[in-house]
């Protein structure tokens, strides 16, 4: 494991369940259209609550820690970057919208949201100790005597006790009570985001443009989590809606592929030797030439519909059209061993597969049942019109065209640090008019 994720990893269980995933981008929102003679809205009633530039979406992306490959799709494809500040806009949008109606004041997101603060600052104290003072094992960076003064402070003990009720209840365990080792592993863990963070406030980090992004995106996923997590009856989707869908996207459709299989089926429930027909039509490389065998599993074995379908069969025994992420199936039961003491129970099976005749999928994103892919994609259509709308409303502005890299991250974040130490030099008295420079104010009289 390298340095850089053993630094991390103690932060990420204090930061794991206060994240959730963005919404995949699918559209620009268009511009509000101003009425025909219509007098402008004054510049300040339009600005935006928030506003990143391109150099903020650079110094973002070089906070995230975004791996290597989607990191490289970021770098090269304009097209990418583009699709990622509209992610990011929505997601801010909807924590702007969460904000205005109230979600901070309920005490658990007020605590997340704090603890995320922390949480962002120790992140960037970790990073900055490893990369310029050499630092090779957390123990350098906070010691564990460090951690024990902590815990020994009489304030220490109301916020922890806090922290871990939280994670009791919205952790993995959903509510389920906490070892004494988590609790222990937890305390320790604790601790060592929360000296990190004074370490990095004395040191100046909460003062730097990036860790203020980092920040603001920490809080923005939360409350743009609880925010969707409310508001999910707005993208549910019909049956009706999925099949328009299907409609405009034949790619997605079953029909050549359902009709094929039943005929297979209405065959083999004639009586048809099913090996026969699985060698002469099954679309699954692994059967051809072996009647579709699929010899002994146990159950957790294949995927669930596939392993339901086959568990409910009597052997000798033939299915209906089962389907799957891979297609459609036609399953015959040839065998089954009950369960024996240390071994599971076990069938044997043989299958036709008729695959899907749909669009290639990504290779980041598992592999779906064509109507499962059309409900996703209603779904996020729904859900990223309501989010663009959002966007709009709240006025929230985030720059698609912005350079990628460690040498623009660098630049960045030099332009920031002199944007910064320019704001906070103090103003030269105005000259009086008419003084030529240098020259000294006569005294009356």
């Known amino acids: 494991m390298s340095h850089k994720k053993v630094f991390l990893a103690a932060l990420t269980l204090l930061a794991a369940h206060l994240t959730v995933c963005a919404q995949r981008p699918q559209r620009r929102p268009a511009a509000p259209r101003t009425k025909p003679g219509a007098a402008a809205t004054p510049p300040a009633r339009t600005a935006a609550p928030v506003n990143l530039t391109a150099q903020d979406m650079t110094l973002l992306v070089d906070a995230l820690d975004i791996p290597p490959q989607p990191m490289s799709r970021l770098a ?34 007020k605590l997340q949201t704090e603890l995320s603060r922390h949480f962002a600052i120790a992140q960037t104290y970790f990073k900055r100790q490893q990369q310029t003072a050499g630092a090779t094992t957390p123990e350098q960076i906070v010691t564990p005597a460090e951690i024990d003064a902590f815990l020994k402070e009489p304030a220490t003990a109301a916020p922890l006790a806090a922290f871990l009720e939280d994670y009791r209840k919205n952790g993995p365990g959903r509510g389920a009570a906490i070892t004494a080792a988590r609790r222990e592993d937890l305390t320790k863990h604790y601790a060592r985001v929360m000296v990190a963070m004074r370490k990095g406030v004395a040191a100046g980090l909460a003062r730097e443009r990036k860790t203020q992004l980092l920040i603001m995106l920490q809080q923005a996923q939360l409350l743009a989590g609880a925010y969707s997590k409310d508001h999910n009856a707005r993208v549910e989707v019909t049956d009706a809606e999925i099949d328009a869908y299907i409609a405009q996207h034949p790619e997605l459709s079953t029909k050549a592929e359902r009709t094929k299989i039943e005929e297979i089926l209405k065959r083999a429930q004639a009586g048809e030797d099913f090996a026969a027909l699985a060698n002469q039509f099954t679309e699954d490389p692994s059967g051809k030439g072996n009647g579709g065998d699929l010899g002994w599993f146990a159950r957790g074995t294949m995927v669930k519909p596939f392993e339901e379908a086959a568990f409910a069969l009597k052997p000798g025994e033939v299915s209906g059209v089962v389907e799957t992420v891979f297609g459609l199936h036609v399953i015959k039961l040839e065998g089954r061993r009950p369960a024996t003491p240390g071994v599971a129970e076990q069938v044997r099976a043989r299958h036709i597969l008729i695959r899907y005749n749909a669009a290639p999928r990504s290779p980041n994103s598992p592999p779906m049942a064509p109507r499962d892919k059309a409900r996703q994609e209603v779904e996020d259509e729904k859900r990223n019109r309501a989010l663009d709308e959002i966007v709009a409303r709240r006025r929230v502005r985030v720059a698609e065209d912005y350079p990628v890299g460690p040498e623009a991250a660098a630049a960045a974040q030099a332009s920031a640090q ?14 009086a008019p008419g003084t030529k420079p240098g020259a000294a104010r006569k005294r009356k009289g």
């Open 418 to 431: 002199t944007q910064t130490g320019a704001g906070a030099t103090k103003k030269p008295t105005p000259k």
């Open 76 to 109: 090269s494809s304009a097209e990418e970057r583009k699709k990622f500040a509209h992610d990011i806009a929505r997601m801010l949008a909807a924590a702007e919208e969460a904000k205005a109606t109230g979600y901070l004041a309920r005490p658990e997101l």
